[in-house]
């Protein structure tokens, strides 16, 4: 604590270099928490989804339907605890920017499936009994300044026709990674109304009575309805959105790529400016120690100091993109969830400690095997 | 014999340093059997021309470098053969540097500057406040203490390393060249100073300078040449 002085007065030294050592760090970091935050958000299907649930689809393809019938001979599946469907709406709310995902849901299983979704009994009540009415995330809610009880006209694009539905309630989410943009509605109403053959839902999603069975299970129902005109794969949820996300391409590797890039680039610029700052400052140093200050104590002056741009810097960047998020999503709901994690953040905190430590090593080593006698002879 | 007399009771006493620099292949004699004792109190000048190997001595009895043969010792114990690392800590204690370029940390005030080898004790915030404002009183700078470096001028920069020489009260002072840098009149005040400590704080000072007026302050005054200590203004034998 007594160096502190010393700390803060070679941080000020040179101006303009303190203050492009620390906007590297607040660039690259507010970089880094961005790029987690669009790491997060592709993933969150992945991150929240239940070890316990499979998805059960149509093997050609995800668009492709099963019949409702399934429902009923999936549950009789050793292992098998629960099950419900849903189907893909696809709509357009106003205009096609406005995208939020809509689902025509079993309303009889739906909510016991997704306990990680909070719903008022009272608002649930009023929605089964409504054939027209929807549930509504907060976000979603919140998007388009809408309450209980608003009448939503929807445009299919795969049904057809204008579709109206009346708010019946807003669900919310227990972990920050859930996605509150969902639109649910009756299963029923979409199947009265739809111009295709009835009778056929998106997908399935059925819990399992013991998560370690979960391959077993799917292996059982794909067999169960192999052979059959509705042949189907089955995975766990966490395989289902990670296959999901895969389609968009390599989005880790090139969030990987961009992050060691800008963190790489971030140790050459503050590993160059300590180097050159203690170069400066030999003569400095050779009095430091001259007057008693021992290695290990030089060491950890200059560690301390590429340590405290880094802190500092670090600090501005993680906050920034924290106030960044805050404003929500900027790509109009196609990233459902959009926030900084607290496991983002620390990684943050360890790559800034991590570049700080790493880019004044040599610096310091330099300055802790500093000979005096030559060091005071060099000017 | 007279020597080992005097080194009874020196508080340096120096015993046939050789001290040899290797520049390639060849050794370069830098110091050559160099013997010399200084008492407590005494005001010492190393004169000699330049190259003589005047700052080299004084590198050797600050503990900042180890000779290539014999013993150095001060206040009984013998610094030649220390460790790096108890060097480090012997010097903090024992020794108060002041270089010609007076070695500032120039974003520090004078204040902080002087606190420095402080840091290295365990006195209090509030002891070592105390001992800073006592050591740039006696230098007579204590109207400028939160004064930067380059709000002063040579010879204050000059008073300020002494200041920070002094503050931990070390066993003596090397000052390696203090007025080389300074005008007649800053010299003067500098080598006033210096005086006074001997004089009045009963301090032990051993100067090198090129300076004749300066030596003349010295009670002692030894002459380098090509690494031999040849006179002194005494006229022993050194
Ligand atoms: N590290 C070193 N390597 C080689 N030669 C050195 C080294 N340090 C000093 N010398 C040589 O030792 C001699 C004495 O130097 P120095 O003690 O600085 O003399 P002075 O202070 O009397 O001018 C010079 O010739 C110098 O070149
Ligand atoms: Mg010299």
Redesign the pocket.
């Known amino acids: 604590m007594k160096y502190l002085p010393l700390l803060l007065a070679n941080l000020g030294r040179k101006k303009m270099r303190t203050i492009l050592t620390i906007g590297s760090f607040t660039v690259a970091l507010f970089l880094f928490g961005l790029l987690g935050v669009i790491d997060m958000s592709f993933n969150q299907g992945v991150e929240v989804a239940g070890v316990d649930r499979l998805i059960v689809r149509n093997k050609t393809s995800l668009i492709m339907p099963l019949p409702i019938a399934y429902k009923e001979r999936l549950g009789q599946i050793q292992g098998v605890k629960d099950v419900t469907f849903a189907s893909w709406f696809g709509g357009v709310y106003q205009e096609p920017k406005n995208f939020f995902p809509q689902f025509a849901i079993d309303v009889d299983t739906y909510r016991g499936m997704f306990p990680e979704f909070i719903i008022p009994d009272q608002q649930w009540e009023d929605f089964a009994r409504d054939r027209q009415g929807c549930i509504v995330g907060r976000k979603t809610l919140e998007r388009f300044n809408w309450k209980i009880g608003d009448r939503i006209p929807i445009q299919a694009t795969i049904y057809r026709g204008l579709w109206d539905f009346t708010i019946r309630g807003v669900y919310d989410a227990k972990r920050e990674a859930d996605d509150t943009t969902q639109f649910w509605f009756h299963f029923n109403y979409l199947n009265e109304r739809t111009p295709f053959p009835k009778d056929y839902v998106g997908w399935y999603t059925v819990r399992i009575h013991d998560p370690d069975n979960a391959g077993p299970v799917a292996k059982a129902v794909d067999e169960r309805f192999a052979n059959s005109s509705f042949e189907t794969t089955t995975e766990t949820e966490k395989a289902f959105m990670a296959g999901f996300v895969k389609q968009f391409g390599n989005i880790k590797l090139i969030i990987l790529s961009v992050g060691s890039v800008v963190m790489f680039t971030l140790l050459l610029i503050t590993g160059g400016n300590m180097s050159l700052s203690i170069r400066e400052r030999i003569n400095e140093i050779a009095v430091l120690k001259a007057i008693g200050f021992g290695p290990v104590r030089v060491l950890g002056l200059v560690l301390a100091e590429s340590i405290g741009y880094a802190v500092i810097g670090g600090f501005l960047g993680l906050s920034l993109c924290k106030l960044f998020t805050l404003s929500g999503d900027p790509t109009n709901g196609l990233l459902p969830v959009f926030f900084l994690s607290h496991e983002t953040v620390l990684y943050g905190i360890g790559i800034t400690l991590l570049v700080g430590l790493v880019s004044g090593s040599i610096p310091a080593l330099v300055a802790m095997r500093l000979n005096i ?2 060091a005071m ?1 060099r000017v | 014999m007279t020597n080992n007399l005097h080194a009874q009771d020196a508080l340096i006493a120096v015993k046939n340093i050789h001290k040899n ?1 290797q ?1 390639g292949s060849e050794t ?1 004699e ?1 110091l050559r059997d160099v013997n010399l004792n200084i008492h407590k109190g005494e005001f010492v000048a190393f004169m ?1 021309p ?8 004084l590198n050797l009895l600050g503990g900042l470098d180890v000779p290539t043969s014999g013993h150095i010792f001060i206040d009984g114990e013998d610094i030649a053969g220390m460790s790096a690392k108890k060097l480090t800590t012997w010097r903090s204690r024992h020794v108060g540097f002041i270089f010609q370029m007076y070695n500032l940390i120039p974003v520090m005030t004078a204040f902080q500057n002087v606190e420095l080898p402080l840091l290295l004790t365990r006195l209090s915030k509030s002891e070592r406040r105390r001992h800073v404002e006592a050591a740039l009183a006696i230098v007579g700078l204590a109207d400028r203490m939160s004064h930067y470096p380059r709000q002063l001028s040579g010879g204050q920069e000059q008073r300020v390393a002494i200041a920070r020489a002094i503050v931990t009260d070390p066993t003596f002072l090397l000052c390696d060249e203090p007025t080389g840098d300074l005008d007649r009149k800053s010299a003067n005040e500098i080598l006033d100073l210096l005086t006074r400590l001997v004089q009045e704080h009963a301090k032990t000072v051993l100067m ?1 300078t090129h300076d004749p007026l300066a030596a003349n302050r010295a009670g002692t005054r030894f002459h ?1 040449e090509k690494g031999v200590l040849a006179v002194n203004s005494k006229g022993e034998a050194p």
Do not use: A, E, H
């Open positions: 006698v030559d002879r | 620099y520049r370069i830098v000699g330049s190259g003589s190997g005047k700052t080299t001595l090198v380098l």
